[in-house]
């Protein structure tokens, strides 16, 4: 089992929908949870950092940690055609140990 | 401030070359990272230093790897000999404070013939 699952779509929704991504993990020492947005051929940019359990808004952009299910959510409301990249979550343990999963590309139907 | 550079932005070279990949983190950030992206192994973090010191290269994949750190404001990253296999994105990335939060530099496109 992968230290990180994640689905790799494509994920494929139109304008205006809810889109929500996933990952599951399986090492319980993780506490801080990232959401990054690459967009093709350019560098992954951070959208959310949350520690432990719980939920976390930015603007369009909700963040859920459930660690007692080893699972977490980006949700993003209003989806626009600039959301159309790939997302990958991160997960980190005290010791600095930085893991990625491996993606998930969503596209963005206008 | 411009983000984090690196350089060069594309390389090709032939096996057994060495490949010598920089990087110059946000001033201010205490931490570098390196990566390396492939469609089949994803985002891999190779090795991360903290005020210049590195702290973990359990990702380095084998001996052909190095990196070092001599200053605040540069890294690089040297594969030698460089091997078909060693194709991929290289990104460098720097984050201040807490290492959660990094902030991704353009990558280096390095296919090795």
Known sequence: ?110 | DAGVIQSPRHEVTEMGQEVTLRCKPISGHDYLFWYRQTMMRGLELLIYFNNNVPIDDSGMPEDRFSAKMPNASFSTLKIQPSEPRDSAVYFCASSSLSPETQYFGPGTRLLVL
């Not at chain 1, 808004?57 to 409301?77: H, P, W």
């Open chain 1, 1 to 110: 089992q992968k230290e990180v699952e994640q689905d790799p779509g494509p994920l494929s929704v139109p304008e205006g929908a809810i889109v929500s991504l996933n990952c599951t993990y399986s090492n319980s020492a993780f506490q801080y949870f990232m959401w990054y947005r690459q967009y093709s051929r350019k560098g992954p940019e951070l959208l959310m950092y949350t520690y432990s359990s719980g939920n976390k808004e930015d603007g369009r952009f909700t963040a859920q940690v459930d660690k007692s299910s080893k699972y977490i959510s980006l949700f993003i409301r209003d989806s626009q055609p600039s959301d159309s990249a790939t997302y990958l979550c991160a997960m980190e343990d005290y010791g600095q140990n930085f893991v990625f999963g491996p993606g998930t590309r969503l596209s963005v139907l206008p």
